[in-house]
């Protein structure tokens, strides 16, 4: 379970208008629609509140903690990565190996992919030349095939059409479905009618 009990402010020096609680569960999905609800997203990565707390299976999260915390969580940032890399490249950078991604797992994320309407060979593809929509659906799918227990999206279905909203949000109800906690800030009504909470 994920809690973030009476958070006022963050680090940043941002005050909330009102306190934020919010309670998540393994098998749920949770929109956060409030205003700057990506900032809550940083704020549980880095720890960063000013008050209240947060905490993960009741364990706080505190400084010395988010580095064990980190490793069973996954984020998907709104802002994506620039770098003058391939797919594949950050595909290897992100499953953290020399020898790269094992074929069990590439075959899998090859699988998401094309269930999020990617195309199978974007792997050679540099990360500039994809669109915002496709480079922020290839991440997805490496978050989910890695199997983070906390999965952390950040205005997930930005610059996307009908279609690939869909795609994200039926993809983010299927990864919290298989007995892992989706916290996604949006407003997208389509993510938003398949969470089991909603924090408006």
Not at 114 to 125: E, Y
Request: glycine share 6%; aromatic share 6%; charged share 30%.
């Amino acid at each position: 379970m994920l809690a973030l009990k009476n958070i006022r402010s963050l680090g940043t020096g941002y005050r909330l208008p009102r306190p934020l609680t919010l309670y998540v569960k393994e098998g749920q999905l949770a929109s956060l629609t409030v205003d700057n609800a990506g900032m809550f997203l940083a704020a549980i990565l880095a720890r960063m509140p000013a008050d209240g707390y947060i905490s993960i299976d009741s364990e706080r999260i505190t400084p010395s903690t988010i580095h064990v915390m980190k490793s069973c969580m996954g984020y998907l940032p709104e802002q994506l990565p620039s770098e003058k890399m391939t797919v594949d490249e950050l595909v290897d950078m992100f499953f953290g190996s020399e020898a790269g991604i094992d074929d069990y797992s590439r075959s899998m994320l090859t699988r998401e992919w094309t269930s999020l309407g990617v195309d199978r060979a974007v792997g050679d593809k540099l990360l500039s030349d994809l669109d915002d929509a496709e480079l922020r659906k290839v991440c997805l799918a490496m978050i989910g095939v890695a199997r983070r227990k906390v999965i952390l999206v950040d205005n997930p279905t930005k610059d996307m059409d009908y279609d690939d909203r869909s795609r994200v949000a039926e993809y983010l109800r299927q990864l919290a479905s298989d007995d892992r906690l989706v916290v996604a800030a949006t407003t997208d009504e389509l993510i938003i009618g398949k969470s089991d909470v909603v924090l408006r």
